[in-house]
C-alpha cells in the first residue's frame, strides 16, 4: 500500500516547492496537494479575502507543474489534492474550478471538495453536478469527505453532511456519477457525537471509496495528530478496509502534528509521519 501526507502544514513553514522536496526526501511515495490558502472567505459576508498566494495568481500553471517535477525527481506522484474550504458561497466556484485543473496539471487524479456543511444531499448535489463536467474535461475524480460540526452545549461533535454512512451513500447517490466517489477522514470518523465510526463508514461506502485522510486523535476532538498517538483503534480501521479491498493510497492529514516544529528540524517531523504511514502500510499488508 502506497503512502502519502499533505504538504499545507509543511508548506506553512517552507513554502510548497520545499514541502513537495522534504516528502520526498522522507520516502512517501505520494503528496497531496493541499490548496487551501488559495481562498479564503470573509465569514461574514462569504466574500473571498484579497489572499495573495501563488496558486491565484496568473501563474499557477507554472507553480503545479514545477511541483509535478519536483515530486517526480523523487519518484513520487501527487495522487490527490484538496480544495480550498468552505464552499457555501457562489464565489468559491472558481477557485474549486481551479484546483481541479491544478491537480491535473500536478498529475493527481482525485480532488477532494468539501459538502457544505449545513446542506442535505439533495441540496448539495447541484453544485457537484456542476463541477464534474469540468473535471471530467481534466481526467479528474471529485471526492467528497465526511464533515462535523459542534455543539457547544453538549461538547462534542453534531451532524453535518456526510458526518453518518447514511448520508454519505445518499450524497454519493444524489450525484450518481461514477467520477463522483468518496473520501473518508478517519479522524472525522471518529468523533464522539457525530460520526458512526470509520469502520461502519467504510463498509457502507465499499468500492466508492478512493481516498482517506488519515489522522488520530482522542475519539472527542479533531485533533489531526499523528496515527497511533492518541486512541483510534486502527486495525480495526484497517481490517475494514481489507474487506472492501481498498486500492487507493493511505494519505495522512495529520497537519496538526507539525505545529511544534520550524523550518529548520521540519524534515524530522515529516520523516516521523512518513514511519506512521509505512506502519499502517505494512500492517495492512500483513493482514
Not at 480544495?83 to 498529475?107: Q, Y
Not at 493527481?108 to 448535489?125: Q, R, S
Not at 451513500?169 to 457525530?194: P, Q, T, W, Y
Request: proline residues 4%; contains cysteine.
Amino acid at each position: 500500500m502506497k503512502i502519502s501526507t499533505e504538504i499545507g502544514s509543511i508548506a506553512k513553514k517552507v513554502g510548497l516547492n520545499k514541502a513537495v522536496e522534504l516528502c520526498g526526501k522522507a520516502g512517501f511515495d505520494a503528496w497531496d496537494f493541499s490548496m487551501f490558502e488559495m481562498c479564503r472567505l470573509d465569514r461574514i459576508t462569504k466574500k473571498p479575502l484579497p489572499v495573495q498566494n501563488e496558486l491565484n495568481g496568473p501563474h499557477y500553471v507554472k507553480v503545479a507543474k514545477e511541483l509535478k517535477r519536483i515530486g517526480e525527481s523523487y519518484g513520487m506522484v501527487c495522487n490527490q489534492s484538496h480544495a480550498p474550504f468552505p464552499t457555501n458561497s457562489p464565489d468559491v466556484r472558481s477557485f474549486l474550478k481551479r484546483s481541479i485543473e491544478c491537480t491535473a496539471i500536478a498529475g493527481g487524479e482525485i480532488c477532494i471538495i468539501h459538502p457544505d456543511n449545513y446542506k442535505t444531499a439533495e441540496e448539495n448535489a447541484p453544485m457537484f453536478l456542476e463541477l464534474l463536467p469540468f473535471a471530467k474535461q481534466y481526467g479528474v475524480k471529485i471526492a467528497t469527505e465526511n464533515m462535523w460540526l459542534w455543539d457547544k452545549e453538549k461538547n462534542e461533535s453534531a451532524f453535518a453532511a456526510c458526518a453518518t454512512a447514511k448520508d454519505f451513500v445518499k450524497h454519493l447517490d444524489a450525484v450518481n456519477d461514477e467520477d463522483f466517489v468518496a473520501c473518508l477522514d478517519i479522524g472525522h470518523a471518529e468523533m464522539r457525537g457525530s460520526g458512526d465510526g470509520a469502520v461502519k463508514m467504510i463498509r457502507a461506502l465499499g468500492s466508492r471509496l478512493k481516498a482517506l485522510h488519515i489522522h488520530d486523535n482522542d475519539r472527542w476532538h479533531d485533533s489531526h495528530q499523528i496515527p497511533f498517538s492518541m486512541e483510534i483503534d486502527f486495525v480495526s480501521v484497517l481490517k475494514a478496509l481489507k474487506e472492501v479491498d481498498y486500492k487507493g493510497y493511505f494519505t495522512l492529514e495529520a497537519d496538526t502534528y507539525l505545529n511544534e516544529y520550524t523550518p529548520d528540524n521540519v524534515l524530522s517531523g515529516v520523516i516521523k509521519l512518513k514511519e506512521s504511514a509505512k506502519r499502517l502500510s505494512d500492517m495492512f499488508n500483513e493482514l
